[in-house]
């Protein structure tokens, strides 16, 4: 997000806070979450050494689409870019190569020649055109009436999709959502993103900002690092063991 010149000063420190605090989340689900093993030196080369197909992170919508809107007003894309950044910045501490589909909340057209098709198009060419990549496409849920909470996995059509999508599906319980009964399910065919890329996707809907409860946690940033955590636990464990 583009910032005044007093605040881009403080843009470096408030990297380092963002990394820091998914770090510490990182500790918190260590024993649950299967990246706990590269703590153990004699036994994997280091994390950067491995050759991994690049992470792809999506944060949902964007610009003039905000997603979904929760009553106090909080966007989806908000909330989808924070854990997107998280995400990255665990990502490059690593030494591991990660893109993203958008880095702030700028629109890529004026107003009247937006079109949501078209900027999943882009997100779409922007996956098929990596010679290797993983795709990790985040999102929020909702719903009409606010009983329906927990994360959610929906997978691409192919089977290293479902086996991703159950894999991160059982770290997200595991980690931080132990109380969650849903289930990793295929995306309907509908979804143009998981249903136009030649690569493992998921997409993850991290809770529903028509739950009270979830839409407090979701605004809490130690609870995004969390899921961040979770996230990055996952493709580290799938691509460690596929050997993409």
Not at 88 to 105: E, H, I, K, N, P
Not at 165 to 188: C, D, K, M, S
Request: proline share 6%; charged share 20%.
């Amino acid at each position: 997000m583009e910032m005044k010149s007093p605040v881009r000063q403080r843009e470096v420190p408030f990297r380092r806070q963002r990394i820091l605090a998914v770090l510490s989340s990182v500790l918190l689900l260590i024993g649950s979450l299967y990246f706990a093993r590269w703590m153990l030196p004699e036994r994997e080369p280091a994390l950067a050494e491995l050759k991994r197909p690049v992470l792809l992170i999506d944060p949902g919508h964007g610009g003039y689409d905000g997603g979904a809107i929760a009553y106090n007003g909080v966007k989806e894309s908000d909330l989808n870019l924070s854990i997107a950044l998280k995400m990255q910045d665990l990502a490059a501490f690593y030494g591991l190569s990660a893109v993203m589909t958008r880095q702030d909340d700028s629109p890529r057209t004026d107003t009247a020649s937006y079109s949501e098709h078209e900027d999943l198009v882009y997100r779409a060419d922007l996956a098929n055109s990596l010679s290797s990549c993983i795709l990790f496409s985040i999102h929020q849920n909702t719903f009409p009436t606010s009983q329906p909470s927990g994360a959610q996995i929906l997978y691409g059509p192919d089977a290293e999709s479902r086996r991703l999508g159950e894999l991160t599906h059982r770290n997200l319980i595991n980690g931080i959502q132990p109380e969650n009964r849903r289930v990793a399910a295929p995306a309907p065919k509908e979804l143009f993103l998981t249903s136009h890329v030649n690569c493992p996707v998921i997409l993850v809907e991290c809770g529903f900002l028509s739950n009270l409860s979830d839409l407090q946690r979701l605004c809490d940033g130690r609870y995004q690092s969390s899921l961040a955590a979770a996230l990055m636990g996952s493709y580290l464990q799938f691509t460690d063991t596929s050997r993409i």
